[in-house]
């Protein structure tokens, strides 16, 4: 092999080694992209499925909560729901909650009501 032919094989390969490389980039950025393309919701259908324990939760957040029954729950009503909750498991009333009070408070709650 001449030494002509040999740099002529060189650079070649410099040339083909990146534009490989370029291919396959650009073939593995497609399929990411194409994969992190969410599908449109379809126009005119109701809004998406929800979960119906998180709207129980929501329900009954707003039911203890929302004092004045408006739809909202002001600051005072956030405020005032977890100062009487405050209140409640600190039985003892002495500003303080423990882990014995929160574990205390914990099991009541999942005891049945009782009968009367």
């Given at each position: 092999?001449t ?14 080694i ?7 980039l650009?073939?593995c950025?497609?399929?990411l992209f ?13 809004p ?31 405020m005032s729901?977890y ?12 500003g ?12 009541e709650m999942q ?6």
């Open positions: 092999m030494e002509k032919s040999m740099e002529v094989k060189l650079m070649v390969r410099s040339k083909i990146p534009f490989v490389i370029g291919i396959v650009l073939m950025s497609s399929s194409a994969q992190t393309q969410q599908q449109p919701p379809p126009r005119g259908g109701g998406p499925e929800r979960d119906p324990r998180m709207e129980q939760y929501i329900n009954r957040m707003f039911q203890d909560m929302d004092t004045n029954h408006d739809g909202k729950i002001s600051k005072s009503e956030w729901f100062e009487n909750r405050f209140r409640k498991i600190d039985k003892n009333g002495h303080y909650i423990t882990k014995d009070d929160v574990r205390s408070d914990m099991m005891r049945p009501p009782r009968q009367q």
